[in-house]
């Protein structure tokens, strides 16, 4: 049957496969809630299927479960889900996933690949369901639930799966070496080159997008012939445990042990990522979430092929702009985006205290600060509309740090509350803004996750530009933006960013904002600078989750 999954799924891996080299437009999954794409029912379901889970024991039929766990909230409904999950004995699991390796890896990349593209067949459809599992955890609102935690994440994994196979298959499986003797007769030798797995994954998931930031690093590791171990973050369990059944229902499909996939789930407290990554048999671990866990895992876990995404500085420099107000209006809804809780949402904008030239007219430095304020103000201002784009504070210590930040300099625009329509309970804040000057540095770098940015002024241009650029280098960044009218500020700009190791945004002032991306297009992060020290996704993110293995004899 797998070799069958890879022919059923074969033209969308050759599409991934063009995609990945030219860098064009594709999803292969439709990122738009549509009954007459997932089913006229689809939405209905979905959100019967996430009901369904609350107050329940969420059955994965898995070894070693001693008891369960699960302490999730929901930021929209205020309340706990009261959602159990099995309780792994690591001693039990881990051995169980080792013994079902083996008949994993003899099945080949072919086999492999099409188990995981029937697995992200599956997952797109159940998007409905996942958008609701995935809002209720995360906080994001259901448009971004949808697409962030369905298909965009979906066409991730997709394209871990298609670097990972071109990875595999760039070399021979065997062939024939000969070398010339002259008079003699010709040295021949028969090579198989094996494709090995490094030992079990670790997929350590973010409270903020498990799936998206989860699903390239399990995938590029299951394709590649390990096991994989999910441990969810204790706020955000169920979209991976969804994931981990799906994946499981799959494999035991397709003949293969499902304890290929299993889930490690931990009430908060309880430390679990630490002890699994020091596991002798964890290989390979992906990390998201803070600076301090992730330096902790790279600099502890040395047994084991270590990607990380952490903390960062995102900034935008403002130099110039043809419409201002176009520039305002898009970051205005950066700003606003799942209210900031994004890894590459901005953070620092940097203005020279002169003021730009914006059109034909010349605007002061207060002036820019106010119309970026006025701008989220503004955007935010129908209540119904605004917890559609700021959905609700994850947790309660981003709350916190937003009422913290109106203390560390002049507001320009205070946090609000706002009441969700639908949800009471639901904790969600609009942005609060600060003005600073440059020299504030201990306030602006450093990393202030959550609705929170500041607006800093500098000498001119060139300051900005090394304010910018030194955030990166010392904090890390995953996103830079800048607006310039003048070719030589844009030509300076993108030589600091690249020296700089982060990728740049440049006059954004339509539909496309600085903390999107796009996969097979778009690389997320660099691994250039201390946000993060791999990319999503290229070829360096799969290449060594296997080992080619030569085996050479003797032939006539």
Same mark, same amino acid.
């Given at each position: ?47 019967? %299927? ?118 595999? !298959? ?102 679990? %990522? ?40 995102? $900034? ?102 706002? $009441? ?40 001119? $241009? ?46 954004? !002032? ?47």
């Amino acid at each position: 049957m797998s070799e069958n999954l890879f022919e059923r799924h074969r033209a969308t891996l050759d599409k991934a496969l063009q995609v990945i080299h030219d860098r064009s437009y594709w999803s292969a999954y439709p990122e738009m809630p549509s009954g007459k794409i997932y089913g006229e029912t689809a939405n209905d379901d979905g959100k019967a %299927a996430f009901e369904g889970y609350l107050n329940h024991s969420f059955a994965i039929d898995q070894p070693g479960s001693i008891g369960e766990v699960g302490q999730e909230e929901s930021p929209f409904l205020g309340e706990p889900l009261g959602i159990r999950y099995p309780k792994a004995d690591i001693d039990i699991l881990i051995p169980a996933m080792q013994a079902a390796m083996p008949a994993w890896v003899k099945a080949g990349p072919d086999a492999r690949a099409g188990a995981c593209l029937e697995i992200l067949h599956r997952l797109n459809k159940r998007s409905y369901e996942m958008a609701y599992t995935v809002m209720q955890t995360t906080g994001q609102a259901f448009m971004m639930a949808f697409q962030a935690g369905g298909p965009h994440a979906q066409d991730r994994g997709l394209e871990a799966v298609a670097y990972a196979y071109r990875e595999m !298959t760039a070399t021979a499986p065997s062939g024939l070496w000969e070398k010339p003797q002259g008079k003699n007769p010709p040295l021949k030798m028969l090579k198989k080159f094996n494709i090995m797995p490094r030992g079990i994954g670790l997929v350590i998931g973010c409270c903020t997008f498990p799936t998206w930031n989860g699903y390239p690093g399990l995938f590029a590791s299951l394709v590649t012939g390990n096991a994989v171990l999910v441990k969810p973050h204790p706020g955000a369990i169920l979209p991976l445990a969804l994931t981990v059944r799906i994946c499981r229902e799959v494999l035991a499909e397709a003949g293969f042990d499902p304890n290929l996939v299993a889930l490690a789930a931990n009430d908060p407290g309880q430390h679990l %990522a630490s002890v699994l990554a020091m596991r002798p048999e964890v290989k390979i671990i992906d990390f998201t979430g803070s600076t301090a866990n992730g330096d902790w895992l790279e600099n502890n876990a040395r047994h084991a092929q270590v990607y990380t995404e952490k903390a960062g500085v995102n $900034t935008i420099v403002i130099d110039s702009a043809d419409d201002f107000k176009a520039a305002a209006r898009n970051i205005a809804f950066s700003l606003s985006l799942y209210s900031g809780q994004m890894c590459t949402a901005p953070q620092d904008i940097f203005v020279p205290r002169g003021g730009i030239q914006a059109g034909d007219q010349h605007l002061s430095f207060d002036e820019v600060a106010t119309a970026i304020a006025t701008g989220v103000s503004k955007f935010l201002s129908d209540p119904a509309r605004a917890v559609e784009v700021l959905g609700a504070i994850q947790n309660e210590s981003v709350q916190r740090r937003v009422e913290a930040a109106h203390d560390l300099g002049e507001v320009l625009l205070a946090s609000q509350a706002i $009441t969700h329509p639908q949800f009471p309970k639901a904790r969600v804040r609009t942005p609060v803004i600060v003005k600073l000057d440059a020299k504030d540095e201990k306030v602006y770098m450093h990393e202030h996750f959550g609705p929170i940015a500041f607006i800093i002024a500098t000498d001119d $241009t060139e300051h900005s530009i090394a304010l910018a650029a030194k955030a990166t280098r010392e904090q890390g960044a995953l996103t830079c933006s800048v607006y310039s009218s003048d070719e030589a500020v844009l030509t300076r700009m993108e030589e600091a960013a690249a020296e700089a190791g982060v990728a740049l945004s440049v006059n954004l !002032t339509g539909g496309v904002f600085v903390n999107q991306s796009a996969a097979f297009s778009d690389f997320h992060a660099t691994g250039a600078n201390p946000a993060a020290n791999a990319t999503l996704t290229d070829s360096a993110f799969v290449a060594s989750r296997f080992r080619v293995i030569q085996s050479r004899r003797h032939t006539d």
